[in-house]
Antibody, heavy 121, light 113 residues
Framework: EVQLLESGGGLVQPGGSLRLSCAASGFTFNSYAMSWVRQAPGKGLEWVSAISGGGGSTYYADSVKGQFIISRDSSKNTLYLQMNSLRAEDTAVYFC??????????????WGQGTLVTVSS | DIVMTQSPDSLAVSLGERATINCKSSQSVLYSSNNNNYLAWYQQKPGQPPKLLISWASTRESGVPDRFSGSGSGTDFTLTISSLQAEDVAVYYCQQHYHVPITFGQGTRLEIK
């Protein structure tokens, strides 16, 4: 059974940094692309970033480009999102999601429960 | 960027009746080389993560009731629930995964009338 468990969320002041983690199990981690998707309170889904199965290709939404860094560690079966220079509009539940293929061109067939990031002074 | 537009924004349907949600993409998400539409449908219930219902526009995921179906090609897609059940109350999203940035529709809230 695929399991994705996010951690690292919390309250952070504007301008601060946070690193999210997503521990994966139940599948061959480095065979599948992974993404981060966020959902602001009461709002819809926004794709944030993706990384290919091997980690060689990374992609970002314009809204976070140059601010967030996605990475993965296959030895730990863990996906990361380093979030810098955080702003109030980054406040959201952040989900990690597994794509159905090595590259990003596949739907997200498994999702974690999400971790809440609140940016506020 | 490919813009995904769903209609309606909200929908109230009686139990046992049909529910139809539309999704339109600003450009085609059909890849001619493999004839696949890079379009997925997700269901999100309150306090839960999204769940993949339909992939490649019309392939129902394992375990998804057969009252859920997807159709369409190119730029116009439809999610149909043939006979609404109480447990289908949720927000439904379409998503294109053809081009980065991956984009979602704004969501359609489905309620019981």
């Amino acid at each position: 059974e695929v399991q994705l468990l996010e951690s690292g969320g919390g309250l952070v002041q504007p301008g601060g940094s946070l690193r999210l983690s997503c521990a994966a199990s139940g599948f061959t981690f480095n065979s599948y692309a992974m993404s981060w998707v966020r959902q602001a309170p009461g709002k819809g889904l926004e794709w944030v970033s993706a990384i290919s199965g091997g980690g060689g290709s990374t992609y970002y939404a314009d809204s976070v480009k140059g601010q967030f860094i996605i990475s993965r560690d296959s030895s730990k079966n863990t996906l990361y999102l380093q979030m810098n220079s955080l702003r109030a509009e980054d406040t959201a539940v952040y989900f990690c999601a597994k794509a159905g293929a090595y590259s990003t061109g596949a739907p997200f067939d498994s999702w974690g429960q999400g971790t809440l990031v609140t940016v506020s002074s | 960027d490919i813009v995904m537009t769903q209609s309606p924004d909200s929908l109230a349907v009686s139990l046992g009746e049909r529910a139809t949600i539309n999704c339109k993409s600003s450009q085609s998400v059909l890849y001619s080389s493999n004839n696949n539409n890079y379009l997925a449908w997700y269901q999100q219930k309150p306090g839960q993560p999204p769940k993949l219902l339909i992939s490649w526009a019309s392939t129902r995921e394992s375990g998804v009731p057969d009252r859920f179906s997807g159709s369409g090609s190119g730029t116009d897609f439809t999610l149909t629930i043939s006979s609404l059940q109480a447990e289908d109350v949720a927000v439904y999203y379409c998503q294109q995964h053809y081009h980065v940035p991956i984009t979602f529709g704004q969501g359609t809230r489905l309620e019981i009338k």
